[in-house]
DNA sequence: GTCTCTGTCTACGATTTGGCGACAATGACG
DNA sequence: CGTCATTGTCGCCAAATCGTAGACAGAGAC
């Protein structure tokens, strides 16, 4: 039995005076509020309505009982009130801005778990490698892969991600396998635009830092492009490990220099610096936070 | 959604600090906890619960929402308390006759919740496997454990009632395990009088039907005596899951033909076909529906 | 590294919800 | 007094929800 439903059921009856106008007021027949009523002193086995032609009334028991449960009732309106607008459920639109492929490889999922929990907020994505500034181009919240950086955006750092160095075992069979970063010159290397690394991979280890010009023949500003020209064995390439991942897997790459790092970079929220950040951005950003912060980047 | 059921599952798993021990209190599985939790936090718009590796913990908003809760789930208690206690309570004799075995292993804690509700009410209860005429030999309502029929009597089903295969694996060991139902054959056999399938076993499967004759040792109308035979290794037995739950779950009795499934039996109420059921039949039979429904047969 | 328990998710059978329509009862009205 | 309209109940049935089983991935315990 829908308890709730039949307490509700027998309040409007008692306010109304008639079973058919509660069903009225309620949106439901006038056998569904029969059936309630009924249900309902089944289970307290008490006779709540006195069933009298064209007008319903309450017994003794059923007056009392109907003023404990239109309190009930309005108490947890009241409750459910209380703790929606604590953190009032966001509605309108949420504008969104991310990496092409950290949007098209992980965001998706995300997004429509998102989207059932909020399902009054609509939002907008924009997948693109261009930087675009939060405030002068229109979106609630940007996200960038990005390395550690000091910035007058202010930002939430989401998840860390792990670059690797990496290439097809068919490449390394042609030109051999790099053992320190410095031999990286003599190998063509594929080669990320836009970072602040530029042209030059940074590579620490025990033995400190490594700065190498390797020999690009590709600069590109879609790591995706990257691993697939990589796995075509065309060259190495310094990508994000959860787009390299599928192809480590299943052997189309694989990584070399496992003792040494590249700077760390991290996916970052990046919004626009009110005094009050809007409820919609935190909740979207604490929820990326929620998925991908457990995750091994 | 269920939004009473919602709430008593949030208040259980703050309570417990899981979803799985909310799930085994409330006897509900971890994925109804899980759906229930999410479609609440749904409906609010807030994240009520966090949840990390083997525990469940609420949030700020939660914890304030789980005060609200507890304390009307707690009052709505009291209100039904009240309003059933103050109730002139039915009063009179109730006569029931049930099936021994049931009688003995199931019927009296639930009686005893049932006294105690309306203390008012005396009830007479014979134990007995004769199938008796509630009209004729006067009692309000007969517990019957059948398969399902068509029969003048008007019936409620109470539950629905599995029997299983099994006996002392003392008795494999000395004749081996039957493998598919034609190996009854082969063994003896404890059987149950006075069932429809009466010295004939109907076990079905992936294969179709199997009508077997097993070489029977024991026939007796009473599942109990056909358990403690089976216990002492002298056959296999077909009885109700619940009679032979302790034996199965202290190894006394093992399960065979996992495969094969017995016509399903129920219990049912029969009561008088009078055009108004009295009160106190009515809350005796709803009370069972209520403590018996939730149950594994 | 393996085991065990967790929470999530999907598919599906069981159960409940809720409306339709028939019915009997009865107050309003002419 | 007869008719009409509205009421509440009940059986039947389609739609919706409940709740489980089982697969899966994650992670703590050992």
């Given at each position: 039995m829908d308890k709730l439903g039949s307490l509700r059921a027998f309040v409007k009856v008692v306010e109304s005076g008639s079973f058919a106008e509660a069903g009225r007021q309620?949106?439901?027949?006038?056998?569904?509020?029969?059936?309630?009523?009924g249900e309902l002193e089944t289970s307290l086995g008490v006779?709540?309505?006195?069933?009298?032609?064209?007008?319903?009334?309450?017994?003794?028991?059923?007056?009392?009982?109907?003023?404990?449960?239109?309190?009930?009732?309005?108490?947890?309106?009241a409750a459910d009130q209380a703790v929606s607008q604590s953190q009032s459920a966001p509605r309108g639109i949420l504008r969104v801005n991310a990496p092409m492929s950290f949007g098209t490889m992980r965001l998706g999922p995300v997004v429509a778990d998102f989207m059932a929990r909020y399902p009054e907020l609509q939002l907008q994505i924009v997948l693109s490698d261009d930087l675009l500034d939060p405030v002068q181009d229109g979106f609630d919240v940007t996200l960038r892969i990005a390395e550690l950086e000091s910035s007058s955006l202010v930002a939430r750092r989401i998840m860390p991600v792990e670059r690797i160095v990496c290439a097809a075992p068919s490449y390394f069979e042609r030109h051999g396998k790099p053992q320190v970063p410095d031999d990286l010159r003599r190998h063509t290397s594929l080669t990320y635009g836009f970072l602040l690394t530029g042209n030059q991979w940074k590579l620490s280890g025990a033995d400190g830092d490594h700065w190498i010009q390797p020999a690009w023949s590709l600069c590109v500003n879609n790591a995706e492009v990257l691993r697939d020209v990589a796995i075509k064995g065309q060259g190495i390439a310094l990508i994000p490990r959860f787009i390299a991942a599928d192809a480590l897997a299943s052997g189309a790459l694989a990584a070399i220099l496992p003792d040494y790092t590249a700077p760390p970079l991290a996916l970052y929220a990046i919004y626009p610096p009110t005094r009050h950040l809007s409820v919609k951005v935190r909740l979207f950003i604490d929820f990326l936070v929620e998925r991908f912060g457990k995750d091994a980047g």
């Amino acid at each position: 039995m829908d308890k709730l439903g039949s307490l509700r059921a027998f309040v409007k009856v008692v306010e109304s005076g008639s079973f058919a106008e509660a069903g009225r007021q309620l949106r439901l027949s006038r056998s569904a509020i029969s059936k309630y009523i009924g249900e309902l002193e089944t289970s307290l086995g008490v006779q709540l309505i006195v069933r009298t032609t064209r007008h319903a009334s309450p017994t003794e028991a059923g007056q009392r009982y109907f003023e404990r449960a239109a309190s009930i009732l309005a108490e947890l309106d009241a409750a459910d009130q209380a703790v929606s607008q604590s953190q009032s459920a966001p509605r309108g639109i949420l504008r969104v801005n991310a990496p092409m492929s950290f949007g098209t490889m992980r965001l998706g999922p995300v997004v429509a778990d998102f989207m059932a929990r909020y399902p009054e907020l609509q939002l907008q994505i924009v997948l693109s490698d261009d930087l675009l500034d939060p405030v002068q181009d229109g979106f609630d919240v940007t996200l960038r892969i990005a390395e550690l950086e000091s910035s007058s955006l202010v930002a939430r750092r989401i998840m860390p991600v792990e670059r690797i160095v990496c290439a097809a075992p068919s490449y390394f069979e042609r030109h051999g396998k790099p053992q320190v970063p410095d031999d990286l010159r003599r190998h063509t290397s594929l080669t990320y635009g836009f970072l602040l690394t530029g042209n030059q991979w940074k590579l620490s280890g025990a033995d400190g830092d490594h700065w190498i010009q390797p020999a690009w023949s590709l600069c590109v500003n879609n790591a995706e492009v990257l691993r697939d020209v990589a796995i075509k064995g065309q060259g190495i390439a310094l990508i994000p490990r959860f787009i390299a991942a599928d192809a480590l897997a299943s052997g189309a790459l694989a990584a070399i220099l496992p003792d040494y790092t590249a700077p760390p970079l991290a996916l970052y929220a990046i919004y626009p610096p009110t005094r009050h950040l809007s409820v919609k951005v935190r909740l979207f950003i604490d929820f990326l936070v929620e998925r991908f912060g457990k995750d091994a980047g």
